[in-house]
């Protein structure tokens, strides 16, 4: 059970430290947020108690796992009704080459993330795979000029 907690600033700055570098030792993060290694492991496990930190990850170059091109994909479907987009849903959501996938308020009804090794990949996954699908509508592919700031 996630508890709600407050978080004062020796904790919003183990949260800056981790989400930088969450392979920081203890006795590091705790040299850079100015605490002894027990406590700063005590806030820490107190932060994923609650569900504040919900884990760590490998932050992996897409470009040497076969997977340089990102596209964005906006996707419009016919059904309404509960059945059809939640197995739309369950489909789509299967697909390893779908690294994000949201519905959303309004249109488009779904945005996804989609990682694939380059344009005959992508072209192959949109021809074989999504535009087959019986709840769609219309897709919107959208390829990035310049990414700018990512989430990593």
Do not use: W
């Not at 789509?92 to 005959?120: I, N």
């Amino acid at each position: 059970m996630r508890n709600e907690i407050t978080l004062d600033a020796v904790d919003r700055e183990i949260l800056f430290h981790l989400g930088q570098d969450g392979r920081l030792t203890n006795v590091e993060l705790a040299k850079r947020v100015g605490l002894t290694p027990p406590p700063c492991l005590r806030r820490v496990k107190r932060l994923e108690e609650a569900g504040v930190i919900t884990g760590y990850r490998a932050v992996v170059n897409p470009e040497s796992v076969g997977r340089g091109l990102e596209v964005f994909v906006a996707v419009e479907i016919y059904a309404q009704d509960r059945k059809s987009f939640e197995e739309f849903e369950a489909t789509v959501a299967s697909y390893e080459e779908v690294m994000e996938f949201r519905r959303m308020y309004g249109r488009p009804d779904y945005f996804l993330r989609v990682a694939v090794a380059d344009h005959t990949a992508y072209e192959a996954f949109l021809t074989d795979k999504l535009s087959c699908l019986p709840a769609v509508l219309r897709l919107e592919s959208h390829m990035t000029m310049k990414e700018i700031k990512a989430d990593r």
